[in-house]
């Protein structure tokens, strides 16, 4: 005589999956009565690791859509940042403009225009929480690969004008350095001081360029979002 076990029971909790297996209520007398129960475990196994799966595949769903959510509101409001820095960007290469021509008045010894030389650029930064969030948590790994992909694409874009931004303002402090230590630049200074704004416009200029690639990017994004 044979004591198989059977399973007859199942136990889902969202904090622990669990299998029930009990021994038969009546004793085995024949290999009919062992394959029957054989076929009853084997058919509750599969049946619990279909359940399983399919609490596993809901979980993963869910925690795709809730990162896809979060991620669509942070993109939305580092899209208004973006806005925010192409017109600083606007702003300081006027203000750059300016410095130059008072320096070049200075240097050929002609009147030096009454507008005062300043140089403030300042960087503006992007929120990446949700981005963060979602990597660490394994949600990009259960979105399609378009949607991650096209995720990852804008926060890439993000961190390289945020490394653009700091390399402007690296070269704007050297800049800024120079101008307050002179009061009444000598030539050479003025020169100095001409060829350091010269570096910052060109860093500007590669912001610009690197703000409207994302600037694209975002559109893309809304588009194939819809």
């Not at 054989?38 to 509750?44: A, D, F, P, Q, Y």
């Not at 959510?69 to 925010?84: D, F, G, K, P, W």
Request: hydrophobic residues 40%; aromatic residues 6%.
């Amino acid at each position: 005589m044979y004591n198989s076990p059977s399973v007859v029971g199942w136990c889902y909790d969202r904090r622990e999956l669990s299998l029930d297996v009990h021994p038969p209520h009546e004793p085995i007398h024949s290999w009919r009565d062992f394959l029957l129960h054989l076929l009853t475990i084997t058919i509750g196994l599969l049946i619990a690791v279909g359940i399983e799966g399919i609490v596993e595949w809901q979980h993963h769903r869910h925690l795709a859509h809730e990162a896809e959510a979060s991620l669509n509101v942070e993109i939305a409001t580092n899209r208004r940042q973006l806005a925010s820095i192409q017109q600083d960007l606007q702003t300081q290469k006027r203000i750059l403009t300016q410095d130059l021509k008072v320096l070049t008045a200075m240097r050929s010894g002609t009147s030096v225009p009454q507008d005062s030389m300043s140089i403030n650029y300042s960087l503006q930064t992007f929120d990446n929480v949700s981005w963060r969030t979602a990597q660490s948590t394994g949600a990009l790994a259960y979105m399609p690969y378009a949607d991650a992909r096209r995720f990852a694409d804008i926060y890439e874009g993000q961190e390289l004008l945020s490394r653009a931004q700091q390399a402007a303002l690296d070269d704007s402090v050297r800049a800024t350095a120079v101008l307050a230590t002179h009061e009444k630049p000598s030539a050479a200074e003025v020169g100095e001081l001409m060829s350091l704004i010269g570096v910052v416009q060109v860093r500007l200029q590669f912001v610009e360029a690197v703000a409207d690639s994302l600037d694209r990017t975002y559109k893309k994004n809304q588009a194939e979002s819809k």
